[in-house]
């Protein structure tokens, strides 16, 4: 019964293992879609390239539907995989600082880390500053240690939030993936050819 | 034997966690030891079959750092000795029965031999550089006429150098971990592929570096069937030694072991050395750097777990 | 030398997806990056001044004293990212020393960017609890209520600021 290391099929330093070549997929897939270079991120923020909707959301979909699927057949326990608890206000200010973020340097620190692995110097840059950016978080963390953990509501999905079956929440997503990757192609065609002049 | 009353008396985490006497010197050391053995091996095989100017760097360059590193690597088994004022005492007896002592004799031939060896070829790499003394020149000069038996004197003494970093431990059958006699062989040509990498690191000359490649996939891939193999034959083998395997299996040493040695010290190497073959380049530098860290962390490693696995009281309850 | 295509979003989405599936299906969790970044700075912090890492409530989690920093799943699995990209790197090319920047900005201006745009993320993935990879992947995979409103505020951000950067790049 899945998740096999929480059913006690092996033990942690296995599962470490386990986590090493899984992140060897995670960077190899991230590096084939082109995020080990910045200015793929950064187009899509200008309209140029929807790469990262496209492969962000494919991913959040297939993994979705791979979860409802197995669980569907009680081939794995969704009470026993880990949901990120839910701090609504700190998770959309840092959501929308992330964002500025992102535009800024062009990476997120998962692709930055694969931008660093073939050699782009920016991406070291990014790196310094995001070990940086951390430090300060924790040395002011005294003060905002009260906001941090406002909003908190556990471990809430959408579809407890939203009171529907959880079948319904992934129709629902999968729906607005598709609506977004429509418009995503809308998009590109409409500025995506443009030269630089805005 | 007394050992159930040493381990009641000594086996607390604050005294004797598991009765660890070998410290990180002994790693140190033997990973020099592979390290030199299989950079003498090159240079003295590559001489022999009188290619000693097609590779210039295995055969002549490399010797020059072989007495260093085993200087150091004495240095660095000295400072594991308990009572380091009897160290002299390695060397007034032979005792057949002792690897300690094989190997103290071994490396007392080893060194000046190694040392004249490199010192033949100081005149040919410097041609400007004037010995102080005129005694020393005439005395290389002479040198210079037996560098045939040196080499194959040296072939032989770096593949008993490289295994015996391996027998040394396997002696040790009371650690059920290092009862096998595959550590032998298995540091042996972890050294030579050490040795191998380390040449592709130095070397400037295109053919050579292809060479020292493809010598060195070919080793990390036999290195990679050994330790298959040396896993197969402690789970085939008395619980005591499944246990020990079982170390690496789940245990403590998984994690270290398979990412670090085998996955980013073998796997990756040989698989970045099998794409710069089929023609993408990359700097040959990386495969060799990964490989020798993976030597030395294996070193660490083998050392440790032979340690840590016992006959009697399994686990440390 | 030349270099290879990227792969079609959506089919590199669905490895990506595939992967995320498999840490659910064998582990129980998902994917992230942050996680083992903050570790790294804790340590760094904590070699510097111990007693400062065990005063501050948001270190002493990561690296107070008989905490082992990086026994952690995130920190290998961010190791086995760097290979990954590396390998991917390797096959098609793209293995190279140099900095992507906008044909109207220099090099350097674009490293004080990326630096500045560093501090940024670093903070504001703390204050999430995450960063795309953990929150927005893993728990937009999940359902996470959190994680989607964070994916939201996120494109959300980047659009807004967008504008008043387009030199870096455009």
């Known amino acids: 019964m899945a998740p096999f290391y929480k059913t006690g099929y092996f033990s942690e330093p296995t599962s470490f293992v386990i986590a090493f070549l899984i992140g060897i997929g995670f960077g190899f897939w991230l590096e084939r879609a082109g995020f080990g270079n910045a200015r793929v991120l950064a187009a899509q923020f200008y309209f140029k ?4 909707l496209q492969v962000m959301f494919t991913a959040i979909i297939t993994a979705m539907i791979g979860l409802l699927i197995f669980s569907l057949f009680g081939w794995i326990d969704l009470d026993l995989v880990y949901i990120n608890p839910t701090f609504i206000w700190p998770q959309i200010i840092g959501g929308v600082i992330l964002g500025t973020g992102m535009v800024v340097s062009g990476f997120c620190p998962g692709t930055s ?8 110097i920016d991406a070291y840059f990014y790196l310094g500053g995001a070990l940086f950016g951390m430090f300060l978080f924790g040395e002011i963390y005294p003060l905002i240690e009260g906001f941090h953990k406002t909003g908190a509501m556990g471990r809430m999905t959408l579809d407890n939030w939203m009171n529907i079956s959880l079948g319904m929440a992934g129709f629902i997503v999968i729906l607005l993936a598709i609506g977004m990757f429509w418009g995503g192609e809308w998009l590109v065609k409409k500025f995506g050819e443009k030269e630089t002049a805005q | 034997m007394n050992e159930i009353e040493i381990t009641s008396g000594r086996m607390n985490p604050h005294i004797d966690p598991h009765l660890t006497i070998w410290g990180w010197e002994i790693p140190v050391y033997l990973f020099i030891g592979g390290l030199v053995a299989g950079l003498l091996f090159f240079s003295a095989l590559f001489y022999i079959r009188g290619n000693k100017d097609k590779y210039p760097t295995a055969v002549k360059i490399v010797p020059i750092f072989t007495f260093p ?10 400072l594991d000795l308990s009572h380091k004022f009897y160290v002299f005492r390695f060397y007034t007896a032979f005792r057949i029965e002792s690897p300690m002592s094989w190997g103290s004799w071994t490396l007392l031939v080893i060194i000046p031999l190694a040392l004249a060896w490199s ?6 790499l410097w041609p400007n550089f004037k010995w102080p003394v005129n005694w020393i020149s005439e005395l290389i000069e002479k040198l210079k006429n037996y560098q045939k038996q040196m080499a194959w004197g040296l072939l032989i003494l770096a593949i008993v150098l490289g295994m015996y970093t391996g027998i040394l431990l396997s002696a040790f059958n009371a650690r059920p971990f290092w009862n096998t006699s595959i550590l032998g062989p298995l540091f042996l040509i972890s050294g030579m592929s050490s040795g191998a990498a380390l040449i592709l690191l130095i070397s400037k000359s295109e053919e050579e570096k292809k060479l020292f490649s493809r010598i060195d996939m070919v080793l990390i891939g036999i290195e990679l069937f050994l330790i298959i193999h040396l896993f197969m034959g402690f789970l085939a083998s ?15 040493y998984t994690t270290v072991f398979w990412i670090f040695v085998v996955g980013l010290g073998l796997i990756l190497p040989l698989f970045i050395e099998i794409m710069e073959a089929k023609g993408l380049h990359v700097s040959a530098k990386l495969p060799a750097l990964l490989v020798l860290i993976g030597g030395l962390i294996l070193r660490f490693v083998v050392v440790d777990a032979g340690q840590t696995s016992r006959w009697l009281y399994k686990f440390l309850e | 030398m030349e270099q290879k295509k990227y792969w079609n979003p959506y089919l590199a989405g669905i490895g990506l997806g595939i992967t995320l599936l498999l840490a659910f299906v064998l582990v129980g969790r998902g994917l992230g990056s942050s996680g083992a970044m903050i570790r790294v700075v804790s340590w760094i912090t904590s070699t510097f001044s111990q007693s400062h890492v065990d005063a501050n409530p948001y270190f002493v989690k990561y690296a107070g004293s008989g905490v082992n920093t990086f026994q952690n799943w995130l920190v290998f699995e961010v190791i086995g990212v760097a290979v990954g990209g590396f ?3 390797l096959l098609s090319g793209r293995l190279k020393f140099k900095t992507e920047h906008g044909p109207n900005i220099t090099s350097k201006i674009r490293w004080i960017y990326a630096f500045a745009g560093g501090i940024l993320m670093g903070f504001g993935a703390r204050l999430a609890y995450g960063c795309a990879s953990g929150q927005a992947l893993t728990g937009g995979a999940t359902l996470a209520l959190g994680s989607w409103a964070f994916m939201f505020s996120l494109f959300g951000g980047g659009y807004l600021v967008a504008y008043f950067v387009r030199r870096q790049w455009l």
């Open chain 1, 113 to 120: 880390i694969v931008s660093c692995a073939t050699g782009r």
């Open chain 2, 238 to 252: 008395t619980q005591v030694h499944i246990d020990a395997a079982m170390l690496f299996l789940g245990g403590e």
């Open chain 1, 49 to 52: 390239k929807m790469t990262v």
């Open chain 2, 119 to 124: 010192l033949t070829w100081v005149n040919e």
């Open chain 2, 69 to 78: 590193l085993l200087s150091l690597g004495m240095f660095v088994l000295f």
């Open chain 3, 87 to 89: 390998i991917s790197g």
